[in-house]
């Protein structure tokens, strides 16, 4: 990084300038170009509104499981034994896990199938944090937590309704 006081070629990342102490830090905030590139940076994962999460027992079957995550019309399940969330079961355990094998298993708890202790982001999470953490991570759900506390759950859907409702001209079609 060139400092804008006396030139010096910094390494990147540095906080100030090796020659000149100048404080570099401001230089290496990101820059947004557009509003989605804006709320993105700025915004709480919580302006995506997060849907009350499905919670089930570790006891719970894996076919009540199913039943439920159709019922409700969801892609996973939340596993939540003494009062906190151990894990989730989601349509991916059940393609890796369970798929192929159903007449086998689907009387056995979901906790033999699930994916223990999922990463949880705090709703004050800036949306690029959060789907970074998703994307880094192949997640397709992410609990959200209040004060240590179970708020909901978020999904790529919800990025993508933020990016279709931010820039509308992408999902027009010529076809």
């Known amino acids: ?71 409700n019309n969801i892609g996973c399940v939340l596993v939540v034994g003494e009062g906190r969330v151990v894990g989730i079961f989601s349509e991916r355990d059940l393609l890796l896990r369970v798929a192929g094998r159903m007449d086998e298993v689907e009387d056995q708890p979901i906790s033999r199938f699930m994916t223990v202790s999922p990463q949880m982001l705090e709703v004050g999470t800036p949306l690029a944090f959060a789907l970074n953490r998703m994307s880094l991570n192949d997640f397709r759900h992410l609990p959200l937590t209040e004060g240590g506390g179970l708020l909901g759950i978020i999904s790529l859907r919800d990025f993508l309704g933020l990016l279709f409702r931010s820039h509308p001209n992408l999902a027009a079609t010529d076809a």
């Open 1 to 71: 990084m060139i400092c804008p006081s006396c030139s010096f070629d910094n390494l990147e990342g540095a906080d100030s300038c090796a020659a000149c102490l100048m404080d570099l830090r401001a230089l290496d905030e990101p820059r947004t170009e557009d509003s989605l590139e804006d709320s993105l940076m700025h915004e709480p994962v919580e302006s995506l509104g997060p849907k009350t999460a499905v919670t089930v027992t570790p006891e719970t079957t894996i076919r009540d499981a199913l039943e439920c995550m159709v019922e």
